[in-house]
Nanobody, 126 residues
Framework: QVQLVESGGGLVQAGGSLRLSCAASGRTFSTADMGWFRQAPGKEREFVASIRWSGRSTYYADSVKGRFSISRDNVKNTVFLQMNSLKPEDTAVYYC???????????????????WGQGTQVTVSS
């Protein structure tokens, strides 16, 4: 079992920045791909970004390309999401996730991931 705990969410003005962190504990050797999804009220869970175990490959939703950056520190078992130029449309609960195995070309599918954090609220005011 793997436990994921997000931190760093909060309230920020449009144009500002936030850095989310996700600390993994438990059987961290079982984590391969890791990523971030978000869900706004009344909407489906949306892929934001993902990263391979090596960190060499990263993927982003079109809506956040150029603004968000995902990274990971495997020594500290932590994945980060740096969010810049935030917009009110970014307001959502952000969830950290991890897959036991490489998700291949399906990194954008929630079904490919095995472990989820409790979520952290990000609110961007206009």
């Amino acid at each position: 079992q793997v436990q994921l705990v997000e931190s760093g969410g909060g309230l920020v003005q449009a144009g500002g920045s936030l850095r989310l962190s996700c600390a993994a504990s438990g059987r961290t050797f079982s984590t391969a791909d890791m990523g971030w999804f978000r869900q706004a009220p009344g909407k489906e869970r949306e892929f934001v970004a993902s990263i391979r175990w090596s960190g060499r490959s990263t993927y982003y939703a079109d809506s956040v390309k150029g603004r968000f950056s995902i990274s990971r520190d495997n020594v500290k078992n932590t994945v980060f999401l740096q969010m810049n130029s935030l917009k009110p449309e970014d307001t959502a609960v952000y969830y950290c996730t991890a897959a036991r195995f490489n998700s291949g070309s399906s990194y954008y599918r929630p079904q490919e991931y095995d472990y989820w954090g409790q979520g952290t609220q990000v609110t961007v005011s206009s």
